[in-house]
């Protein structure tokens, strides 16, 4: 168990955006201080520290606790704003399982830790004495009593003392009104025991500065619940309080962390990619903290942990699909987002703490979850995918879309195996007409029944030289195989184009797929599901694989300038099942 150590002395990592460097001493009107730290010396700024009164919301909860005596009072007396606290359980104590109950409980035995750092006094009549440090031991309340003095915080929500544990209906009114809770806090605080600092040398300089340890972020217990993802979305402001820094949300980078900062906007795909990497100590959990994010939702799931979960994933599912079926935007895994870090936790050192391999095995792929969910691949974090198709319902586990579709019923082509094309079979590498404004593309002409005209698909783009072409021969290959799932593809029809730098032609890209295509299985390009996200000349459209009498999904096809091609199809809508 790791439990939490706090520092009393906080120190913020300096402003990116002032010029004065870390290592400056410079005071410019304000007081910067040095501290010793594992006999380092460093430079930085003071904490900054909530407004003497907090503004008061609309919305107050039924219980806060009261920081200066942490005694639980009712939120209608309490006449200024609060703040809310997000922190993992199971760094709030030994977490235990009632043999009667059933409930998991915690026992707090006092043990975690508040750190006095040393320092130096003046000493009468003259001269300097050095206090050591000191280590003061504390339950998990006085722990953060200490925090919300430190930064002038009144009063706090947090749900181990503003909510009866052992009242089921109180709790699980209290799960209902969380989005108003957190929403409403003046500002979020996020307890991260892990989060910490890496230490870098100055270039050609004796002194160091310290930067935000991203990875101890990442890999944190508080960033694997699924709890602490809801609260950070729903929260308007958040402050990171960490070993021994503190970081407010405006310091993290925009790109590596979008989820903490205030234009970010969350829709079911943004929601799904960081949902499906988190963890709860109950299954049930993982539905009712995601709904929390749309409250919309939250009013047509009951909320009950006696339901069973299956059924209530098979329930949230289907809803979230009603509401958006930007559902189907996912790919196959291009990172470790779903492998979480799994080290060995320590008490001494609540730094080295993370996520357990038993604790991770509650994530979402053990759930028997139909393909439509995504739960086999990946969504996207930036989100941001639309669409204007409605024609689709759910029932139960079954997605069922009408719509046109694009697929090669006969699977018959020249190229049906990889042994049937060689480099002879591509045309030859033009050798003339070379300039530096333009490049050569291979592109295959093909036709669909009920077309007027051929259209054009490029095979390998931006090619240079020959020798480009004999060491693409197996993408190449690769490329047309593809293509042969979805329309007729003749050798005869590959051929040269010269092309503009500054102008594409148009390509279907099937490389983010959660399987590779095969030659034996038949697939649909879903033409009228159409996607557009940051940019709507590159929309996305959805692959299935027919699999008995349904269909799986298997992701989205990213594709440049093709809408013309499927557009001029004479196909005809067809109901699709998926499973």
């Not at 960490?242 to 790109?255: E, I, N, T």
């Not at 697939?523 to 009498?549: Q, S």
């Amino acid at each position: 168990m790791a439990y939490v150590t706090y520092k009393k002395t906080q120190y913020s990592v300096y402003k990116k955006e002032r010029e004065i460097p870390v290592w400056c001493t410079e005071n410019n009107g304000e007081s910067y201080k040095t501290i010793d730290w594992e006999g380092i010396r460093r430079y930085s700024k003071p904490p900054k520290k909530m407004p003497l009164i907090l503004p008061k919301p609309d919305f107050m909860p039924n219980y806060l606790v009261r920081i200066s005596d942490m005694k639980v009072v009712q939120g209608s007396e309490v006449h200024e704003g609060y703040c809310a606290l997000s922190y993992s359980w199971n760094q709030s104590g030994e977490i235990t399982k009632n043999e009667i109950t059933g409930n998991k409980e915690r026992i707090d035995q006092g043990k975690h830790r508040i750190i006095f750092p040393a320092k130096m006094v003046r000493k009468k009549p003259r001269g300097r004495k050095r206090i050591p440090r000191k280590v003061k031991f504390v339950t998990f309340e006085r722990l953060i009593q200490e925090i919300c003095k430190d930064f002038n915080i009144k009063y706090i929500w947090y749900d181990q003392m503003c909510i009866d544990q052992t009242n089921d209906e109180e709790k699980h009114g209290q799960i209902s009104q969380m989005h108003h809770i957190y929403r409403n806090a003046y500002c979020t605080i996020a307890l991260v025991p892990e989060l910490g600092t890496d230490l870098c040398q100055y270039l050609y300089r004796e002194f160091w500065r310290s930067n935000i340890s991203y990875s101890s972020l990442i890999h944190s217990q508080w960033m694997k619940r699924m709890w602490t993802l809801e609260e950070t979305i729903i929260s308007s402001k958040m402050l990171f309080v960490g070993y021994d820094h503190h970081y407010w949300w405006y310091r993290l980078d925009k790109l590596m962390f979008p989820i903490f900062h205030e234009l970010f906007h969350c829709d079911v795909t943004t929601a799904l990619y960081y949902a499906h990497t988190r963890i709860s100590t109950k299954e049930h959990d993982h539905v009712f903290a995601f709904a929390n994010i749309f409250p919309e939702i939250l009013k047509e799931i009951k909320i009950d942990y006696k339901q069973d979960i299956h059924e209530l994933m098979i329930q949230f599912y289907g809803i979230l699909a009603k509401k958006d079926i930007s559902i189907l935007t996912f790919r196959g895994k291009t990172a470790d987002n779903y492998e979480p870090t799994y080290e060995t936790p320590s008490s001494d050192n609540p730094k080295n703490s993370s996520t357990t391999k038993a604790e991770c095995e509650g994530t979402i792929q053990k759930f028997d979850l139909p393909t439509w969910t995504g739960v086999y691949g990946e969504h996207d974090k930036s989100g941001s995918y639309k669409t204007s198709f409605k024609n689709y319902t759910v029932s139960g586990r079954v997605l069922q879309l009408t719509c046109k579709g694009l697929t090669n019923n006969e699977h018959y082509t020249e190229i049906s195996a990889h042994a049937s094309i060689t480099f002879e079979d591509i045309p030859s590498f033009p050798q003339k007409g070379m300039n530096f404004d333009s490049l050569w593309t291979l592109i295959v002409r093909v036709q669909f029944q009920g077309s007027t005209c051929e259209k054009c698909i490029s095979i390998m783009p931006s090619v240079a030289g020959e020798s480009e072409v004999t060491q693409n021969v197996e993408y190449i290959i690769q490329k047309l195989q593809e293509l042969s799932h979805f329309m007729p593809i003749n050798k005869k029809k590959l051929q040269w184009i010269k092309t503009r730098l500054d102008i594409a032609t148009p390509n279907i890209f099937f490389d983010g797929l959660t399987e590779t295509l095969d030659n034996f299985s038949q697939y649909v390009l879903l033409t009228e599901v159409r996607f557009t996200g940051l940019y709507d000349n590159h929309p996305y459209y959805p692959i299935i694989k027919k699999n008995g009498d349904y269909y799986k999904a298997i992701g989205i096809c990213s594709t440049f300038g093709v809408d013309d091609l499927l557009n001029d199809m004479a196909s005809e809508k067809q109901m699709f099942a998926i499973l």
